[in-house]
């Protein structure tokens, strides 16, 4: 069964502290790995979009990585805007029809 | 340009009732995928509509169904409502032949039913 695992469920940080979220996905036909920003009460903002292995992007202090098996979605420096739950999903092509998983989000608490 | 739009925002329903929420695309977008997010959850792929046609479908029952207008706007069904439909439904747009890579999400649909 196609699986986006993502941890740690919720994580607290201090303003200007860094840290990484993760997103494992066990998974075959790999299309992309996306990574979205969703704030209480809205549907989810596009932030990343991850092809192969090796492959980052980077946007103002977020910065996603991709490996084989994870993507790594790492926050330099945050600020309390950065707050937020952060989702990732998985693009699939599975005997000819296209399938996006998400995984259930980090919750992002930054404390000024 | 207005974003992807969806009505109503909140509603509240029994069980056994039937539900229809709305979407309207972005413009330049003929494709609408919708999402159901329980509390907690991240968002479960429900369908795909474009060309007026339902083109990719999850593991969700017959109970859900939707349509595809010529505008490319488009309605999600929810027939014999279960305590466990609670949730936001989430509709996405994607201009031609980008999904999933490019899609922009509406606000959703918040359904509570009793």
């Known amino acids: 069964e196609d699986q986006v695992t993502q941890s740690p469920e919720a994580l607290r940080l201090q303003e200007g502290e860094s840290s990484s979220l993760n997103c494992s996905y066990t998974?075959?036909?790999?299309?992309?790995l996306f990574w979205y920003r969703q704030d209480p009460g809205k549907g989810p903002e596009f932030l990343f979009t991850?092809?192969?292995a090796g492959e980052e992007k980077e946007k103002e202090r977020l910065k996603a990585t991709l490996t084989k098996k994870e993507s790594f979605l790492h926050i330099t420096a945050p600020k309390p805007e950065d707050s937020a739950t952060y989702l990732c999903a998985v693009g699939l092509t599975q005997g000819g029809s296209e399938k996006l998983v998400f995984g259930k989000g980090t919750k992002l608490t930054v404390n000024p | 340009d207005a974003g992807v739009t969806q009505s109503p925002t909140h509603l509240i329903k029994t069980r056994g009732q039937q539900v229809t929420l709305r979407c309207s695309p972005k413009?330049?977008?003929?494709?609408v995928s919708w999402y159901q997010q329980a509390l907690g959850q991240g968002p479960q792929f429900i369908f795909q509509y474009y060309e007026e046609e339902e083109r990719q479908r999850g593991n969700f029952p017959d109970r859900f169904s939707g349509h595809q207008f010529p505008n490319y706007s488009s309605e999600l069904n929810v027939n014999a409502l279960l305590l466990g439909d609670s949730a936001l439904y989430l509709c996405?747009?994607?201009?031609?032949?980008?999904?999933?890579?490019?899609?922009?999400f509406g606000p959703g649909t918040r359904l509570l039913v009793l």
């Open positions: 991850l092809y192969s």
């Open positions: 413009s330049g977008h003929d494709t």
């Open positions: 998974v075959s036909g790999l299309r992309g």
């Open positions: 996405a747009s994607s201009p031609p032949g980008r999904w999933p890579e490019t899609q922009y």
